[in-house]
């Protein structure tokens, strides 16, 4: 692989022998350094990049992973609430059923109590125009009375003319309403 060249002075390159792969030391050394540098570079930027770029994925996926929880917390919390929502609509209908039925049980309770001193006041009150039937009643077989023994005394007056004086007047007539009895005026 390596030879050494004669060159046409009968002298040879030595250069040759001194290079690896056909390649120059120098360069050799210069690609080997520029690696190094690389290698360098890339730790130097993979800390100082790659790591914050790694860092800021980590906290995405962290916070989306977070929100996804909290989703899925939430999406539970709303689905308790409803239920528990659902079950308050359900025992506050319940309740108005309740209540409802109550008010009309009341209310059917007060139209009776109505009704009933509706009646009670309705009796009260034909019994006291009964009795201001009775007591009218009982006036005007007064006031009969009182004129039939007017009209009475008017004829006996006329017929006797003068012989009978007042008190022997209303001797006879008390007589002759005791001769006809109490029965007759209480009809």
């Known amino acids: 692989m390596y030879s050494t060249t004669v060159l046409a002075t009968g002298t040879k390159d030595t250069s040759l ?3 690896i792969f056909g390649l120059d030391m120098q360069l050799v050394v210069d690609v080997a350094i520029m690696g190094l540098a690389i290698f360098v570079l890339f730790l130097i930027l993979s800390y100082l990049l ?14 989306i992973k977070e929100e996804m929880d909290s989703s899925a917390k939430d999406k539970k919390e ?4 409803k239920t528990n929502y659902e079950a308050k609509i359900k025992e ?31 009796s009260r009150i034909v ?12 006036k005007m077989k007064d006031e009969v009375k009182q004129e039939m023994i ?19 007047q209303k001797q006879l007539i008390d007589e002759a309403l005791n001769e006809m009895g109490d029965e007759t005026w209480q009809n």
Do not use: C, H
């Open 17 to 19: 022998v001194n290079r």
């Open 50 to 63: 790659f790591n914050p770029a790694r860092e800021l994925l980590q906290k995405r996926q962290d916070r």
């Open 78 to 81: 709303a689905t308790q609430l």
């Open 92 to 122: 506050a209908s319940k309740e108005v059923d309740e209540i409802l039925s109550e008010g009309r049980k009341k209310a059917l309770k007060r139209e009776n109590d109505i009704v009933d001193e509706a009646k009670v006041e309705a």
């Open 127 to 138: 019994d006291r125009a009964n009795k201001e039937i009775e007591l009218n009643k009982s």
């Open 150 to 168: 007017a009209v009475a005394s008017v004829m006996a007056g006329k017929i006797i003319a003068g012989n009978i004086d007042e008190t022997k």
